[in-house]
T-cell receptor, first 117, second 112 residues
């Protein structure tokens, strides 16, 4: 079974600085998706960024980018120019691309990101 | 508007009193899932469904039931709730070939 590990329960960063959230995963699959979700105090789950394992290029969405190291099974999220609205719980998640069988996401335990004004 | 809805959003109940949390999506998605979120544990999948009348267990199915009689609806049933089922519950859906799961707003359940 696949597992997702987020080793930082909490991170703090000054507004406008850059912060990197760590995520490692374990899988025997070769094709899969990786995601970062943001959960603000409203509790809504918001997709921040995704990465397909077959793509070597790291995904980028505005101030959010990932460092995907497939061999190391590492998938970190970098937030540049941190803003107060980035304060939230961040979850790393994995889904494999099987055409059949089980469906759904495997989540890490989350990293609580605090933005200091 | 494409969305996943859940009802109720908040529920306080007592041990042993059967309850149902409804989930509905308007995107004609084949895949639907239920997750529970607990502090320090992240989200864990309870059950999933790949289409009408096709359901299967996730990682933490004990104490829960589901059904998928219609494509749009995927209710979560707790026949005899216990305090350890106090949690935040999310329903999610996705279409075939889509990578993104659409999440409902969550249901906060407290069992006393």
């Amino acid at each position: 079974a696949q597992t997702v590990t987020q080793s930082q329960p909490e991170m703090s960063v000054q507004e406008a600085e850059t912060v990197t959230l760590s995520c490692t995963y374990d899988t025997s699959e070769s094709d899969y998706y990786l995601f970062w979700y943001k959960q603000p105090p409203s509790r809504q789950m918001i997709l921040v960024i995704r990465q397909e394992a077959y793509k070597q290029q790291n995904a980028t969405e505005n101030r959010f980018s990932v460092n995907f190291q497939k061999a190391a099974k590492s998938f970190s999220l970098k937030i540049s120019d941190s803003q107060l609205g980035d304060a939230a719980m961040y979850f790393c998640a994995y889904r494999y691309l099987s055409g059949g069988g089980a469906d759904g996401l495997t989540f890490g335990k989350g990293t609580h990101l605090i933005i200091q004004p | 508007e494409a969305q996943v809805t859940q009802n109720p959003r908040y529920l306080i109940t007592v041990t042993g009193k059967k309850l149902t949390v409804t989930c509905s999506q308007n995107m004609n998605h084949e895949y639907m899932s239920w997750y529970r979120q607990d502090p320090g544990l992240g989200l864990r999948q309870i059950y999933y469904s790949m289409n009408v009348e096709v359901t299967d267990k996730g990682d933490v199915p004990e104490g829960y039931k589901v059904s998928r009689k219609e494509k749009r609806n995927f209710p979560l049933i707790l026949e005899s709730p216990s305090p350890n089922q106090t949690s935040l519950y999310f329903c999610a859906s996705r279409g075939t070939g889509n990578y993104e799961q659409y999440f409902g707003p969550g249901t906060r359940l407290t069992v006393t």
